[in-house]
């Protein structure tokens, strides 16, 4: 499959879909020694295009950038057969991935990947006074465009001049970095969370900075900003945000939003009627045995496993999900909600009926061992 990346999210679906093993065919440069008549050698950096054997595969969120280390196997006039070489895959540069076999969890990636209505287009800032991370959530990953820190006095050991002019200033950092890294032509809702009022002053004051300096960009945008609660200006309060209803009623044709909502009924169901709500491998495949899964919840993560044994058990499970009428949802690993569901095992389902004898399964099996 030829695959032509064009934004940074592409990345991370390149990096679930190329297992190692598999052979990748790039475009790379090559530093090559040359030696001339008189016996001296020159250095020269070469572009050319390699097919490596998989063996190493490494993402880096913050740059978007990914990194492929394997073996030469095709000829190639400047890299021996066999040898090492680690190939920075680009944006806007196509390559070539050779699999032994295509599953259906990989092939739906490399759809999603190629459907833009599937890219989420939210943006979101979560502050406190003197710290604010700049977040856009995609479909796929939660990513740090900003993060501004700030010391403001305290009240009452500083004059308050001195803080409200820190204020100002830490404010005007969060609206640059606002202006920098937003997109308004795709953003579609910006969500400024925060504990007490200070999204509200926040917002207030960009505003009043908008009308003094005529930022058509801001006043045309004013209806996307949603301003909602958060225990914090920290990153993990996002999730709580996703799950603010009036951040989920503009969210709702996103699949971030999709997701969110999803593991939110797990949650509740767990709690008010857990014989339809499990979690772990062997309870889920348990309950996938008698057809009686609604939505399966499972994380990207387990598709990246090296364990083939392991990786095709979960492609099954997907499968055997849908073939019996089942939603599946896949989760980000790189999404606050993907994090959660990574802390408790990485797969989940919702049942449509009961089954308490998965539990009680599990009782007769610890007082048989006991």
């Known amino acids: 499959?030829?695959?032509?990346?064009?934004?940074?999210?592409?990345?991370?679906?390149?990096?679930?879909?190329?297992?190692?093993?598999?052979?990748?065919?790039?475009?790379?440069?090559?530093?090559?020694?040359?030696?001339?008549?008189?016996?001296?050698?020159?250095?020269?950096?070469?572009?050319?295009?390699?097919?490596?054997?998989?063996?190493?595969?490494?993402?880096?969120?913050?740059?978007?950038?990914?990194?492929?280390?394997?073996?030469?196997?095709e000829e190639n006039q400047y890299i021996k057969m066999g040898a090492y070489h680690t190939v920075d895959l680009e944006l806007n540069r196509k390559f070539t991935i050779f699999k032994e076999q295509w599953d259906s969890v990989t092939i739906e990636r490399v759809e999603t990947a190629c459907d833009p209505a599937a890219h989420a287009d939210l943006a979101a800032v979560v502050m406190q006074e003197g710290l604010a991370f700049v977040c856009l959530i995609t479909s796929a990953m939660t990513v740090d465009r900003a993060k501004i820190v700030y010391n403001i006095p305290k009240k009452g050991k500083a004059d308050d001049t001195q803080r409200k002019k820190a204020i100002t200033k830490y404010y005007d950092q969060v609206m640059t970095a606002i202006l920098r890294h937003l997109n308004f032509d795709v953003v579609k809702a910006v969500v400024i969370a925060s504990p007490g009022f200070v999204k509200d002053q926040f917002f207030d004051h960009m505003m009043k900075n908008a009308v003094q300096t005529d930022n058509k960009l801001l006043l045309e945008n004013k209806s996307k900003f949603v301003l909602v609660h958060s225990s914090s200006g920290f990153k993990h309060s996002l999730r709580e945000v996703l799950e603010d209803p009036a951040v989920a009623m503009r969210l709702s044709d996103t699949k971030a939003a999709g997701e969110t909502k999803a593991l939110q009924q797990f949650m509740s169901l767990l709690a008010s009627d857990p014989d339809r709500a499990y979690y772990g491998i062997k309870h889920v495949e348990r309950a996938n045995d008698s057809q009686a899964i609604e939505t399966l919840l499972v994380s990207d993560t387990l598709f990246r496993s090296k364990d083939l044994a392991e990786r095709q058990r979960y492609v099954r499970l997907v499968d055997s999900v849908k073939e019996n009428g089942g939603e599946v949802r896949i989760f980000s690993s790189l999404h606050v909600s993907g994090e959660q569901l990574d802390q408790m095992t990485g797969v989940a389902a919702l049942l449509r009926f009961p089954m308490p004898e998965i539990e009680e399964e599990d009782h007769s099996l610890d007082s048989d061992s006991e």
């Open 1 to 73: 499959m030829v695959l032509l990346p064009d934004e940074g999210e592409d990345m991370w679906h390149t990096y679930n879909i190329v297992m190692e093993g598999d052979r990748l065919r790039a475009s790379t440069i090559r530093k090559v020694q040359q030696a001339s008549v008189t016996g001296s050698s020159t250095s020269s950096r070469v572009r050319t295009t390699i097919t490596i054997q998989v063996e190493a595969i490494t993402f880096d969120t913050g740059a978007c950038m990914l990194r492929v280390k394997g073996r030469n196997v």
